[in-house]
């Protein structure tokens, strides 16, 4: 590269500087050395257009790109997040994706990759869903086969295992959300509805929700687990809500006569007056019903609405929303530790065989990849918080061999702050959770340093600014356990430590990393324009000062009408 291209970053710079006036932030910056460069600068214009070319240097071997030749992208590989591959300044280990067992598997675990092939296909064989049929257990089984790395002499062995294992015993998981626009079985005009459901071969067996008192819209977001013996594809799961009738005294129920609600209501009222006079009887009053195929349950589950019915009744009794999935009985720690394996595996073969760039990929699995994940986490009863920290786990251990994109993990918080407070201290998932910290923080604090190369106009590196931010923000929120450093020495060394009492926390990490990317970036700009001319002029010296503190106070004035605000508004930093 011949030096006019090596300068021509520079001289952008200085163009884009006498072509835009001054902004208030730049008024506020000449106020403070009275125009000294401005006025001295008119002084040397006409000279300085002859001579800007000649002020041309190599820069040094080591230097950073500049921030407009750093920012041009390949059209052919994910150009939208290229630019942000320079934010990382630490070096990249290459994961040997032959070896898996040690790539995937943690040190300690009793698990090997055979046994978690075998716990899959035996998933595939036995796949609860709706969508079983041949075809597509063929396609899963070869795709798996190839993210295993499995040989066919290997596979046949453990596909033989698995398909003489016995079926496992199924639970459906139910979720009674809510329900709207019940039919009002009271006097005042509403219900006191309740849930009983049961399965149709075992109608003996009923579950029961609480009760929602006097209303038409109950909320119960209740959870239940009901066994299912045999033949889980032809059983019928029945949802029936009622109508609670608390037992009354006569006395009680002319009370609510003020209550009343239309001749309707009155007329409901006096009935029930009647039959607890008579015989004292305070039957529950069934308002609807809905009968569920569990054939009809995919992989995945489902969440839907359904419409209560009461015989050959036309009439609308209101709607019911569930969420039902089809789980096998397995351990729980077993599944979660079983998960974080599976999603490492799956990931390094995405990465493999797809060529993302860095810091591209941002949770979407290819179609069989997605179609295992979520059978497995789904079949072993995992909740979206068990899948949540698996995939914390998982992702930033890939995350330090090939970069990952930021809004990952940050979608991933959004699930795991609110519930973090409510880990007790010695639990594995708040140590899962702050060893997933300490594995993203660096790269995270890689894109501060390197703050100043870019420029605030490219939208990708704005957004992946954003993104960290976001990040430090929910990761400050919670007090960092005695017994972990997040801080290591080996990996910040830039950290200022002097000061023995000096405790060292996110908010001080992302000072000390503006502070030594604004010295990192200085000397660079000081040591890649040196001149190499032994006879410079004091002319030409004084216009080469003049040139780097306009790049100085351009960098200044970014800082203030931007960074200045998004640190402050994002993680109430202001530097």
Same mark, same amino acid.
């Given at each position: 590269?011949?030096?006019?291209?090596?300068?021509?970053?520079?001289?952008?710079?200085?163009?884009?500087?006498?072509?835009?006036?001054?902004?208030?932030?730049?008024?506020?910056? +000449?106020?403070?050395?009275?125009?000294?460069?401005?006025?001295?600068?008119?002084?040397?214009?006409?000279?300085?257009?002859?001579?800007?070319?000649?002020?041309?240097?190599?820069?040094?071997?080591?230097?950073?790109?500049?921030?407009?030749?750093?920012?041009?992208?390949?059209?052919?590989?994910?150009?939208? &997040?290229?630019?942000?591959?320079?934010?990382? /300044?630490?070096?990249?280990? +290459?994961?040997?994706?032959?070896?898996?067992?040690?790539?995937?598997?943690?040190?300690?675990?009793?698990?090997?990759?055979?046994?978690?092939?075998?716990?899959?296909?035996?998933?595939?064989?036995?796949?609860?869903?709706?969508?079983?049929?041949?075809?597509?257990?063929?396609?899963?089984?070869?795709?798996?086969?190839?993210?295993?790395?499995?040989?066919? *002499?290997?596979?046949?062995?453990? *596909?033989?295992?698995? @398909?003489?294992?016995?079926?496992?015993?199924?639970?459906?998981?139910?979720?009674?959300?809510?329900?709207?626009?019940?039919?009002?079985?009271?006097?005042?005009?509403?219900?006191?509805?309740?849930?009983?459901?049961?399965?149709?071969?075992?109608?003996?067996?009923? &579950?029961?929700?609480?009760?929602?008192?006097?209303?038409?819209?109950?909320?119960?977001?209740?959870?239940?687990?009901?066994?299912?013996?045999?033949?889980?594809?032809?059983?019928?799961?029945?949802?029936?809500?009622?109508?609670?009738?608390?037992?009354?005294?006569?006395?009680?129920?002319?009370?609510?006569?003020?209550?009343?609600?239309?001749?309707?209501?009155?007329?409901?009222?006096?009935?029930?007056?009647?039959?607890?006079?008579?015989?004292?009887?305070?039957?529950?009053?069934?308002?609807?019903?809905?009968?569920?195929?569990?054939?009809?349950?995919?992989?995945?589950?489902?969440?839907?609405?359904?419409?209560?019915?009461?015989?050959?009744?036309? @009439?609308?009794? /209101?709607?019911?929303?569930?969420?039902?999935?089809?789980?096998?009985?397995?351990?729980?720690?077993?599944?979660?530790?079983?998960?974080?394996?599976?999603?490492?595996?799956?990931?390094?073969?995405?990465?493999?065989?797809?060529?993302?760039?860095?810091?591209?990929?941002?949770?979407?699995?290819?179609?069989?990849?997605?179609?295992?994940?979520?059978?497995?986490?789904?079949?072993?009863?995992?909740?979206?918080?068990?899948?949540?920290?698996?995939?914390?786990?998982?992702?930033?251990?890939?995350?330090?061999?090939?970069?990952?994109?930021?809004?990952?993990?940050?979608?991933?918080?959004?699930?795991?702050?609110?519930?973090?407070?409510?880990?007790?201290?010695?639990?594995?998932?708040?140590?899962?959770?702050?060893?997933?910290?300490?594995?993203?923080?660096?790269?995270?604090?890689?894109?501060?340093?390197?703050?100043?190369?870019?420029?605030?106009?490219?939208?990708?590196?704005?957004?992946?600014?954003?993104?960290?931010?976001?990040?430090?923000?929910?990761?400050?929120?919670?007090?960092?356990?005695?017994?972990?450093?997040?801080?290591?020495?080996?990996? &910040? /060394?830039?950290?200022?430590?002097?000061?023995? +009492?000096?405790?060292?926390?996110?908010?001080?990490?992302?000072?000390?990393?503006?502070?030594?990317?604004?010295?990192?970036?200085?000397?660079?700009?000081?040591?890649?324009?040196?001149?190499?001319?032994?006879?410079?002029?004091?002319?030409?010296?004084?216009?080469?000062?003049?040139?780097?503190?306009?790049?100085?106070?351009?960098?200044?004035?970014?800082?203030?009408?931007?960074?200045?605000?998004?640190?402050? +508004?994002?993680?109430?930093? &202001?530097?």
């Amino acid at each position: 590269m011949d030096e006019e291209q090596m300068w021509k970053g520079f001289f952008v710079k200085l163009h884009e500087l006498k072509m835009n006036p001054p902004t208030e932030h730049e008024h506020q910056l +000449q106020d403070g050395d009275d125009g000294f460069f401005e006025k001295f600068g008119s002084l040397l214009r006409q000279k300085s257009q002859l001579n800007e070319n000649i002020l041309k240097t190599p820069l040094s071997n080591k230097d950073i790109q500049t921030e407009e030749s750093e920012l041009i992208i390949d059209k052919h590989n994910h150009a939208e &997040y290229d630019c942000i591959e320079t934010f990382a /300044g630490e070096s990249d280990i +290459q994961i040997d994706t032959n070896d898996i067992s040690d790539a995937v598997f943690d040190s300690g675990t009793v698990m090997n990759v055979e046994d978690l092939y075998e716990e899959i296909l035996f998933e595939i064989y036995n796949n609860i869903g709706c969508e079983n049929n041949e075809g597509r257990i063929e396609s899963l089984v070869g795709f798996v086969q190839d993210a295993f790395k499995i040989p066919n *002499s290997t596979h046949l062995e453990i *596909s033989d295992v698995a @398909r003489r294992k016995e079926p496992p015993n199924v639970r459906l998981n139910i979720e009674i959300i809510k329900a709207e626009n019940l039919l009002s079985k009271d006097s005042n005009g509403l219900s006191d509805p309740f849930v009983t459901l049961y399965l149709e071969s075992k109608n003996s067996h009923r &579950y029961n929700s609480s009760v929602k008192p006097a209303t038409l819209n109950p909320i119960w977001e209740e959870h239940f687990s009901l066994p299912i013996a045999e033949n889980p594809r032809e059983e019928v799961l029945i949802v029936e809500v009622w109508d609670f009738d608390a037992a009354e005294t006569v006395k009680e129920k002319v009370n609510k006569i003020l209550d009343v609600k239309g001749v309707k209501g009155l007329s409901k009222l006096m009935k029930e007056i009647a039959v607890t006079a008579s015989s004292g009887k305070h039957d529950n009053e069934l308002i609807g019903r809905a009968a569920i195929t569990l054939k009809s349950i995919p992989v995945c589950g489902l969440t839907v609405w359904y419409n209560l019915e009461k015989g050959n009744k036309a @009439r609308s009794r /209101g709607s019911i929303l569930v969420n039902l999935t089809l789980s096998a009985e397995k351990n729980k720690s077993v599944a979660v530790q079983e998960h974080k394996n599976l999603l490492k595996l799956l990931l390094m073969y995405e990465l493999e065989t797809s060529q993302v760039a860095y810091y591209w990929w941002s949770g979407k699995f290819s179609a069989n990849a997605e179609i295992i994940r979520s059978q497995h986490a789904v079949q072993s009863g995992l909740t979206s918080v068990d899948c949540a920290i698996s995939q914390w786990h998982a992702y930033s251990i890939i995350h330090e061999t090939h970069k990952l994109n930021f809004s990952l993990f940050n979608s991933i918080l959004d699930i795991l702050t609110p519930v973090i407070r409510c880990m007790q201290k010695d639990s594995e998932d708040l140590a899962t959770y702050w060893d997933g910290v300490r594995r993203i923080l660096p790269s995270c604090f890689a894109v501060l340093r390197k703050i100043r190369y870019k420029t605030v106009s490219d939208l990708n590196v704005t957004r992946a600014v954003n993104e960290v931010l976001d990040i430090l923000g929910k990761v400050k929120l919670f007090e960092v356990p005695v017994t972990i450093d997040i801080f290591p020495t080996s990996v &910040y /060394g830039w950290i200022h430590r002097n000061d023995a +009492q000096r405790i060292c926390n996110i908010d001080s990490a992302i000072i000390d990393a503006i502070n030594t990317g604004t010295k990192e970036w200085l000397e660079h700009i000081v040591e890649g324009s040196k001149y190499s001319k032994d006879n410079e002029t004091d002319e030409e010296k004084l216009q080469y000062i003049i040139k780097l503190i306009q790049m100085i106070r351009s960098d200044l004035q970014r800082a203030m009408e931007y960074f200045d605000k998004l640190f402050y +508004q994002r993680i109430t930093v &202001y530097r």
